[in-house]
Each structure stands twice: as C-alpha cells, then as structure tokens.
C-alpha cells in the first residue's frame, strides 16, 4: 500500500494483506464500512443499535460478507465481482483507493472485463451510494446478468432482528424494510438500483440456492430464485 495524491489517498494494490485494511464513509446519520478486499456493512444512526446489514461477528475468522455485488455472463458462464469479495477470484486483478473526501474506489480486470466500483456516502442523505462502471474490453459482445446483495438486519445482529416487514416497489425497483421491534430507531431502509430490475428476492436461501455458499449464488446463475428453498 502506498499514500498517493500528497496523502490525500491510500492505495492498497491487492487484496491479499495479513489483515484488512477497513475505511468508513459516514455523515451525521449514516455510514458505509468497506475494506480492500470488498464491502463490509452499513449502519444508521447507530453502528450498534441499528446495523442496517450486520457486521463480521468478532469470534469469526472466516470473512462472509453481507454486502455484495455480482456480474454473470450466461453465455460463458462467467463469474466477475467489482470486489475480492465475494468470489475470492485469485483470477482476477483487485486494487482499492481510499480518499480523505469520504469515497472509496474499487477496480477489477479478469480477460477482457473490467470494473470500477466507487461508493461514498451524500453528506446530507443518510444513504450509501454505489456507482458501478463496467467495461467490456474485447472485440465481442457480452451480456452480463448484475445483482447486488444485501443482508438487511435492522438490529444489533441479525438473529435479534426478527421478521421483518418488507414491500416492494416495481414502478421505482425498489425493496422496502422495517424492523417494527427496533426500538431504536423506526421507518424503513430501502435497496433500489437505477437499473430496471427484471426479478427481487428477499429470503437468502431462495436467492443462494440448495448447497451453496456466497460466491455464487443460485438466483445470479439461473436468474430466479431456488424455488426449492422455503
């Protein structure tokens, strides 16, 4: 890693570090924490009391993340992610840069794609941003499949949150949740991208299907959920 930008900027060059190398984005309300190796979590109004996604539990050595988001050629058969996680793709070319100005910038490149994934937090929206660019560098055409993913807790950890109440909104594309018991903090968190969403899934055993894990999950692959799954 190396300070750039008269130490305006730290650019970590790989993934690959000992420990991560965590940055937080944040206002007065709300806050995004990433690392060099992917997104982390994010919280309102409190990082404990109302975790909008959960953060790694401290017992935990294994990084699973809860924010993430997937690329899928069906035509190839191709996995790409703008981050390392969470594929884990030692494939793939993974660099970050941190900014005093509250933005992180992620770039990937496997063969002849590429990503640019920048994401900050408005200093007066009490919401994440996350702008993702991608470049197709070869000479033929691609359809890639994109799917971001949150894991939305709404409490100090998942398994204390409860049900939560969920609508969706098919004219703007976008999921609504509230967690009536936080006594915290009420109203509702929303997921939405700029992107038609042609299909959304909030139960994670129906997006991650059968027997699999985070790095590819089963709704991304096939394009609807695993209908198996309750």
């Known amino acids: ?9 730290l650019a970590v060059r790989t993934p690959y570090t000992p420990r ?7 206002n007065t309300l709300h806050s995004v924490m990433v690392t060099n190796r992917g997104l982390q979590t994010s ?7 109302n975790r909008v996604t959960p953060d790694w539990p401290d017992t935990v050595t294994k990084e699973i993340p809860v924010e993430a988001i997937y690329l899928f050629d069906p035509d190839r058969n191709e996995w790409f992610s703008p981050t390392h996680h969470p594929l884990n793709d030692f494939g793939a070319k993974n660099e970050c ?7 992180a910038l992620f770039r990937m490149t496997r063969g002849s794609v590429s990503t640019e994934l920048t994401v900050f937090v408005p200093p007066q929206d009490p919401t994440g941003v996350y702008l993702l660019t991608v470049r197709n560098n070869g000479d033929r055409l691609r359809k890639m499949r994109i799917a971001p993913y949150f894991q939305i ?9 409860g049900p939560l109440q969920i609508r969706q909104d098919k004219a703007l594309g976008a999921l609504y949740f509230e967690n009536p018991r936080n006594m915290f903090r009420s109203g509702w968190a929303f997921a939405s991208m ?3 969403a042609e299909r959304m ?5 129906r997006f991650f299907g059968t027997g699999r ?7 991304v692959e096939k394009g609807t959920p695993d209908v198996t799954q309750l």
């Open 97 to 103: 840069e941190f900014g005093v100005d509250g933005t």
């Open 194 to 196: 700029s992107l038609p």
């Open 1 to 9: 890693s190396e300070f750039t930008d008269n130490g305006n900027k």
């Open 20 to 26: 991560p190398y965590d940055h937080a984005l944040s």
């Open 153 to 161: 807790a709404l409490a100090f950890m998942p398994e204390r949150s």
């Open 43 to 49: 919280c309102n109004g409190n990082s404990q009391q």
């Open 213 to 219: 894990g985070v790095a590819h999950p089963y709704f």
């Open 201 to 205: 899934e909030t139960k994670r055993g």
